[in-house]
Antibody, heavy 116, light 110 residues
């Protein structure tokens, strides 16, 4: 059984930083592109960032470009999302998702709250 | 860039059937696969359909997906509705390496 676990969320003030992590059991993340997706409160799902298997190709949503950084560890078994210069509108539940669309279950996500 | 448009909400009685549409604003709906997800409040999303019509292991065949190129849209059909099917449903497809999500449809089973 594949399990995705996101961690690192928390309550921060505007302008502060957080580092989110994504790990998987039952699946090697190194074999897949990985996306971060967020669920904004009272709104829908929004794609945030993606990293290719070799980290060669990295893409960001316009809303986070220049503030967020996606990366893999050297073994490729975990994926991180560095959140800098956080804004109130970044408040959301963040999910990581390998590009393995046959996977039924997502992780529980990690909650980021940005508030003064 | 393109958008995926879904109805804001749908409702149906238990045992009934509902179809949720997902219309692509530009480009061909058939050019990339469509996925469908459900999210119940307090839980992470679940993939119901991938690659237009495939079901992940464990997803019952009450859920089915299809593509209508003439309408440039995808559809999720849920039959034999149960109260536990209530939640938010999203379509999604890739635009290169980026993901595009529909705005979501709230399903009420009453």
């Amino acid at each position: 059984e594949v399990q995705l676990v996101e961690s690192g969320g928390g309550l921060v003030r505007p302008g502060e930083s957080l580092r989110l992590s994504c790990e998987a059991s039952g699946l090697s993340l190194s074999g897949y592109s990985v996306n971060w997706v967020r669920r904004l409160p009272g709104k829908g799902l929004e794609w945030v960032a993606s990293v290719s298997t070799s980290s060669t190709y990295i893409h960001y949503a316009d809303s986070v470009q220049g503030r967020f950084t996606i990366s893999r560890d050297s073994a490729g078994n975990s994926v991180s999302l560095q959140l800098d210069s956080l804004r109130v509108e970044d408040t959301a539940v963040y999910y990581c998702r390998p590009r393995a669309e046959w996977l039924r279950d997502w992780g529980q996500g990690t909650t980021v709250i940005v508030s003064s | 860039n393109f958008m995926l448009t879904q109805p804001h909400s749908v409702s149906e009685s238990p045992g009934g059937t509902v179809i949720i549409s997902c219309t692509r604003s530009s480009g061909n709906i058939a050019s990339t696969y469509v996925q469908w997800y459900r999210q119940i409040p307090g839980s992470g999303p679940t993939t119901l359909i991938y690659e237009d019509k495939e079901r992940p292991s464990g997803v019952p065949d009450r859920f089915s997906g299809s593509i209508d190129s003439s309408a440039n849209s995808a559809s999720l059909k849920i039959s034999g509705l149960k109260t536990e099917d209530e939640g938010d449903y999203y379509c999604q497809c890739y635009d290169g390496s980026t993901q595009v999500f529909g705005g979501g449809t709230r399903l009420t089973v009453l």
